[in-house]
């Protein structure tokens, strides 16, 4: 079946820095555009950062350009997102989104707090 699994998520202090990973199976990973979502209590889930199938594009949202890297291993099954200079209001559960066509999959989401 298909699987998406975060990992990496923590609490961090203002300044630091992480990494989430996100292991897939059950489905050709390589098809799929993979990307990282973020969610606060009381609001929707936004896009953070978006890669294409063979990783030669990526796209970020504002708040986190500059900071945030996301790349991908197909090899592996798995994409990653690395958080740097991490701020207060980075504080979320960050999800793992892959889509091709009209299917999508998440993962179950990583938690991260930024405080100190």
């Known amino acids: 079946q298909v699987q998406l699994v975060e990992s990496g998520g923590g609490l961090v202090q203002p300044g630091g820095s992480l990494r989430l990973s996100c292991a897939a199976s059950?489905?050709?990973?390589?098809?799929?555009?993979m990307s990282w979502y973020r969610q606060t209590p009381g609001k929707e889930r936004e896009l953070v950062a978006g890669?294409?199938?063979?990783?030669?594009?990526?796209n970020y949202a504002d708040s986190v350009k500059g900071r945030f890297t996301i790349s991908r291993d197909n090899a592996k099954n798995t994409v990653y997102l690395q958080m740097n200079s991490l701020k207060p209001e980075d504080t979320a559960v960050y999800y793992c989104?892959?889509?091709?066509?009209?299917?999508?999959?998440w993962g179950q989401g990583t938690q991260v707090t930024v405080s100190s």
């Open positions: 989104n892959a889509q091709f066509m009209l299917a999508t999959y």
């Open positions: 059950g489905f050709t990973f390589s098809n799929y555009a």
């Open positions: 890669i294409s199938r063979a990783g030669r594009s990526t």
